[in-house]
């Protein structure tokens, strides 16, 4: 699984990398504090490509144009059909083996996909056996070996809070998920802190997996079997492990509690 990961990169410079004009990125983007540590329910920004609502810029440009741009989302799927948001605490991440079958993330994979912009995120290996009680679990920092941002394969909803007034602001709800799949099999070490890892696309899969006229749910799938991007993992302090800890000492590399395979 996906449950903790960084972002501190600069908006604008995100947007630089994701190709995302500097007008498309929103206000709240901007504004997001960097972190070290987003858990789910956080807001967190994504990549998201939709065509635009105003149809006479549309239509000025030409049909079928389609803006990129860096939004704000709270980490943790709403789907839209759900009585309570509350069920997004559940929904952090969507298993690539199962997009297709599950009413939760069918529709989104075929129209609702979004780029996760991420510096990294963490994986805590359980102790070896034979390990003292009470061992710790190792937490690894794992990231691009260049320092370089990452892309998670999201997906996004839309849920419309109904006890709310339709001129309400608030009234919609905007979510997603990281898709998740196995371990990597051409790497051992990353293979044996955890048996699943967020599905990191790599640029030249970017266009396809956001690109709105690709509505067909197994072809955007298919994208997400892409050569994985090469990352490294580092041994942190144990500090990551509590949510609201925050702060660059985080990614900071220490010895490992326990040796690891």
Known sequence: MCGRYASFRDALDLADAFGVAPEAVADDARALPPSWNLAPTDPVRVVVEREPRATGEAADDGPGRAERSLRVVRWGLVPGWAKDPGIGSRMINARVESLLDKPAFRKAVAVRRCLVPAEGYYEWQAPAPGSPPRTPK????????????????????????????????NRWLVTMTVVTGGAPTDDPHLAAIHDRRPVILPPDAWDAWLDPEQQDGAAAVELLHAATPRVVATPVSTAVNKVGTDGPELIEPVEPVEPTT
């Open 138 to 169: 190792q937490p690894f920092w794992i990231h691009a070996p260049d320092g370089g941002p990452l892309a998670f394969a999201g997906l996004y909803e839309f849920w419309r809070d109904r006890s709310l007034a339709d001129d309400d602001p």
